[in-house]
């Protein structure tokens, strides 16, 4: 189960599970940006190609307006995912 909250410098909190039983849920949340955000990956356990895909969507929205996603706290399976796909190439992940 995904879990989504706002931390206290206004970053976007991931916890548990981003799969395609949640994609929805993060759609509505990463789709609706309107501004650069953090997002915190320490207490997100996995990503599948479906969570990919609504973090991709949001970063083209936001890149059309100069701005975008900065990943922080990913782990080294989490990050081996975004290695593999490219998508490390797409983001800022610190």
Do not use: P, T
Not at 39 to 65: H, N, T
């Amino acid at each position: 189960m995904l879990q989504i909250s706002v931390g206290d410098n206004d970053e976007i909190i991931l916890s548990g599970r981003f799969d395609a039983a949640e994609a929805e849920k993060a759609r509505q949340v990463f789709l609706n940006l309107e501004d650069a955000k953090v997002v915190d990956f320490a207490r997100l356990d996995y990503i599948s190609s479906a969570g990919l895909g609504v973090l991709l969507a949001a970063q083209k929205k936001l890149s059309e307006r100069g701005k975008g996603l900065r990943l922080i706290n990913v782990n080294g399976h989490i990050r081996d995912v975004f290695h593999f796909s490219g998508f490390d190439q797409i983001f800022e992940i610190v």
